[in-house]
DNA sequence: CTTGCTCCTCTAGTCGCTAGAGAAAGTAGG
DNA sequence: CCTACTTTCTCTAGCGACTAGAGGAGCAAG
């Protein structure tokens, strides 16, 4: 009988590198994968839509804690979602801030590089903006 | 005669943490500080600058590697400022993909909690899109 | 049977800090 | 001068989310 496929094939399939399964486990973000006799890693279709769940909500740039909620409501669907709401739309918010800031950085970056009049380190407005934060438009965090 | 402030000082007035600066001088982002007889560092108005400028540097997104290459730079201010300026210019690039991104990303988590009608986790479009790849508008990375 | 690939475990490194322990130095008041 | 308090010192370890490498074993094809 065939139990399943081998890591390296997962790996393909989800997009997930091997050691990043091998640490999702490790985490406990995935239940123990049974093994062979020869002790390898054996994976079913489940897991296959367990960690391009994972994957998927890494790359929307959910922490892990997070999708450890998510997959524990996923888990048991006979319940509110309310929580699952929350998370995102938390998520979404702080999205929105990282949007905004990045803006602000790039407008400030631009005024930087087009400052620049290819010169001397001396009269260099790149190096005149980061030394000098009074000047600076952009206030923002990360 | 006074040689200069001490290190919690210039942590106010820089608005880095003294165990950060510290811990720049320890990674050579900054040269050792003179210390008084009891062994204890001392900043002049020099320093206040360089640490400045690596604080505005940082809040712009700015690797420590690409610090120190800025900080040399401003270190012979007698060459081209060509180096920074491409600093400058490929740190911009990449603060543009990840505003695309981050756009993408907040659509895709709008359409997640729009599509959210509050009930059982089963029918939950949050979850539903977070296990099903195939649906979704977003496949940039960050 | 041998070659070459995949897989195993384990440890340590990455980045940019942050936290904590325990000790010494400096400062203000009595 | 003594005490109490604050600041600073060094050192080690931890964070998140992996990534890299060593050294060894399983497994399929020729």
Redesign the interface.
């Known amino acids: 009988m065939h139990h399943g496929v081998a890591i390296g094939r997962v790996s393909e399939m989800s997009g997930v590198k091997v050691p990043t399964i091998r640490y999702y486990e490790q985490i406990g973000l995935l239940p123990p994968a049974p093994r062979t006799e020869g002790g390898r890693r054996t994976y079913g279709s489940g897991d296959l ?1 367990r960690i ?2 994972i ?3 890494r ?3 959910f922490e892990i804690d997070e999708i450890k909620t ?1 997959l524990d ?2 888990d ?7 929580e ?2 929350s ?3 938390s ?2 918010a702080e ?2 801030k ?2 905004s800031s ?2 602000a ?2 407008n ?3 005024r ?2 087009e400052g ?1 009049a ?7 407005r ?2 005149e903006s ?2 000098d ?1 009074g000047q ?1 438009r ?1 206030h ?3």
Not at 76 to 82: D, H, I
Not at 118 to 124: A, L, P
């Open positions: 839509e391009t769940f994957r998927h909500s790359e929307l740039g998510l409501l996923q048991t669907p006979n319940r509110s979602c309310a699952a709401d998370i995102a739309r998520h979404l999205v929105k990282k949007i990045l803006t950085l790039q400030e970056l631009e930087m590089v620049c290819h010169g001397r380190v001396e009269t260099c790149v190096i980061l030394a934060h600076c952009y923002g965090e990360l």
